[in-house]
Nanobody, 115 residues
């Protein structure tokens, strides 16, 4: 059974940091492209950052230089380190695992940036 379990969301002030974690099970982690997406009510889900099996990364332009995605193969976990958070980063963040026609999602974790 495929599972993506996210943690690390919360309420922070502008300029602070958070680290999201997503632990995977039920599929061959090393083969999948892992990523983080975010979504606000009434808006489409957008890609924030992805890392493939070769550790090549891609970022949303708005988070470049502030967010870092990484993966730990031994722990089957992908991380999103978020620094210098801004109010516009507020969203529900979803973990994603993708490999050809296979596409899995976590349940989402809320990140709120507010003073």
């Amino acid at each position: 059974q495929v599972q993506l379990v996210e943690s690390g969301g919360g309420l922070v002030q502008p300029g602070e940091s958070l680290r999201l974690s997503c632990t995977a099970s039920g599929f061959t982690f090393r083969s999948y492209r892992m990523g983080w997406y975010r979504q606000n009510p009434g808006k489409p889900r957008e890609l924030v950052a992805v890392v493939n099996g070769r550790n090549t990364t891609t970022y949303l332009e708005a988070v470049k230089g502030r967010f870092t995605i990484s993966r730990d193969r031994a722990k089957h976990t992908v991380y999103l380190q978020m620094n210098s958070l801004k109010p516009e980063d507020t969203a529900v963040y979803f973990c994603n695992a993708h490999f050809y026609e296979n596409d899995y999602w976590g349940q989402g974790t809320q990140v709120t940036v507010s003073s």
